[in-house]
């Protein structure tokens, strides 16, 4: 009569007892051998127990990340229009009846991949403040357009909401903004 022995690593010893008593009994093999093949096997599926139990934390750790890059790339991108909004303010002093609009088409051409739409912006033009698109003078002489006088400074605002979700949950406040300003000396 042969007696099979089955070896279970790091299995309790009243569990071996239990499948050696059952293993070792008379007549043919009451386990079928996917069983014994198990019971070899030892710990080695634990590593993806382990990987399944850390796989959750590791895909919200990954995509906090990346959103987070996202509102950092559209906040570098935001300063980066804000500035060539001021500067083609400054350059454009006796060359437009709308000054705001000249801006504010350049600041949202030079960022095509943000909505046009959720922008907001203010002027300071020669200490005078305006918010908004458009400010149309009737001349290059009064209104917004007078106040682009040569050696003086404008200053451009721009603010574009904050949007920091992760699987449909929101983490910034609604009035979350990023914001952007740029002085130039008006030419």
């Given amino acids: 009569m042969m007696k099979n022995k089955i ?3 790091g299995q309790p010893e009243a569990l071996k007892r239990g499948w050696n008593h059952i293993a070792t009994s008379s007549g043919p ?8 093949a198990l019971l070899r096997a030892g710990d ?18 990954t995509t906090g990340i990346l959103v987070f890059g996202v509102a950092m790339n559209n ?5 980066n229009a804000v500035s060539v909004g001021a500067r083609t303010l400054a350059i454009s002093a006796q060359m437009t009846l ?5 801006a504010s ?11 046009a739409s959720r922008f907001t912006f203010s002027y300071v033009m020669n200490g005078t403040a305006y918010t908004g698109t458009t400010c ?3 001349s290059v002489s009064t209104g917004a357009a007078g106040n682009l006088a040569s050696g003086t400074t404008v200053s451009v605002t721009a603010t574009y909401p904050l949007n920091l979700s992760i699987f449909g949950q929101q983490y910034s406040a609604n009035s979350a903004v990023l ?5 130039e000396l008006v030419q």
């Fill in 29 to 36: 093999s009451v386990l079928p051998n996917w069983v014994h």
């Fill in 7 to 9: 070896e279970l690593h």
């Fill in 98 to 102: 709308d000054p705001c609009a000249t």
């Fill in 75 to 79: 906040y570098l991108q935001l300063n």
């Fill in 105 to 115: 088409s350049a600041i949202t051409g030079a960022v095509p991949n943000l909505t």
């Fill in 179 to 183: 914001s952007a300003t740029s002085t």
């Fill in 136 to 138: 149309a003078s009737s």
């Fill in 44 to 61: 080695h599926g634990s590593a993806i127990v382990e990987f399944a139990l850390i796989l959750p934390m590791m895909l919200v750790l």
